[in-house]
DNA sequence: TCTGGGGTCCTAGGACCC
DNA sequence: TCTGGGGTCCTAGGACCC
């Protein structure tokens, strides 16, 4: 078996970069964008990272700081990430054999058999940044493990202006003994700790830890997996088609707090829509619906509060309305009065294709007329906009329950009446 | 005053069956 | 007080990822 040879293609600060884009004179300058509701931050420029802005730091704590160093603060706006990302997944995809898209910032793509790997991952890198303007960092290693490992140094390190090739066990070598083990990917808070409550504490004191029997044992399968991995033996292979969703969850903080039940059956309401709209669009009906509502757990003055209910459905559906009706029927088997609710939201579950059973003849499955509704309600929020077409029970104030998105940027280039004008 | 959202995989343990 | 063994399936919860 020849050696394999992955990339990892890692979009830098990927939200941040995408709002530079259209704020050129934001390069060089420290950026962070915030989570849904303006709750912490979820990206940040290597600038913002240098004043020590955390991920995952809630806003309120950073933003005196913020404001003393001039950092340009974003609510998200992932209309336009998902859009900047399709187009550089597009170059990714048009210019190697196989990948994967891993998340809306990273792509693995294999690279065997191909004459100059370091020059391809280079290449790569700068059409990117020509074509879409976001930067990079390029990893290319035996496995996918060992490409994060190089992505990470790509990143870093000022020698390798973005693209680094660990192709001998002699640089993997050098690679994994300057990174922590916590910095593997795969390995969290949990593992990491338990790691070096056993003396190891490098990537390559992992490597080559002797009794694999103790790592699956207290790591489990994937454990092993990632040692191996470092070790150059390919036990994550590259997953190309996009596989449909095993479950699709819809959930928010709400921008205020939230007492009364029909506000939360409005909330409700809007998360089943967008869930189920997603379910039909990867063609699956579920068989499973849950319900969950909680007061805020940081608050600690109050009395806590969480319902979750599920229920399976009698019939496998896709059909909005039958969704909404149990929902509701959930929500109201799992609320109770006189709580500060924060959050809701809902799940479905227990996918079926939806080609499938509708051969079954035990399941009384969403009659065509249903069908066609749903894919006509699709269509024109589709083509109109999202939320044009809207159930009554999904309401149609502003209220309560809506988010919080005070530094929110235009929809640049997925509204007409938004685009840039320079 | 103010702390996101959406996923996947694995395992242990219970339920149930013969 | 004594009280099998083995298999499968399901679920909750933990851990991790971006």
Redesign the pocket.
Known sequence: MTTKAYALIDCNS?YCSCERLFRPELNNKPVIVL???D??A?ARTNEAKALGIK??E????I?QLCKKHRVEVFS?NFALYTNISNRVMQIIISNCPDVEV?????AFADLTGVEDILSHGKMLREKILQDVGIPTGVGIAPTKVLS?VANHIAKKSNKAKGVVYLDSEYLQNIALKRTPVGD?????????KKLNDMRIYSAYEFKTYKNDKLI??I????GLQIKQELQGINCFALSQDV???????????FGD?VFDKNILKEAVSN?IE??AA?MRQQKSVCNEVSVFART?P??ENIEQYYMYE?S?LANPTCDTRTLLAEAFRLLERGYREGYEY??A?I?LS?FNESSNFQMNFFYESDSEKDLKLMSAIDYINRVEGEGVLKFASSGTSDDAWK?NRNFKSPRYTTSWSELPSF
Do not use: H, L
Request: net charge positive.
């Open positions: 990927f989570s849904n509701n709750g912490c979820i991920m995952g809630p806003y309120y704590k933003k998200c891993y998340s809306v910032d990273e994060k593997i990917w795969g390995v969290g808070r949990a593992s990491s699956q044992k790591f489990t399968k994937v596989e449909k969703k095993k479950e699709i969850m819809c959930s928010r903080t707090y998360y967008n869930a997603k805020n940081f608050k599920r399976k924060r959050k939201g799940k227990n988010m």
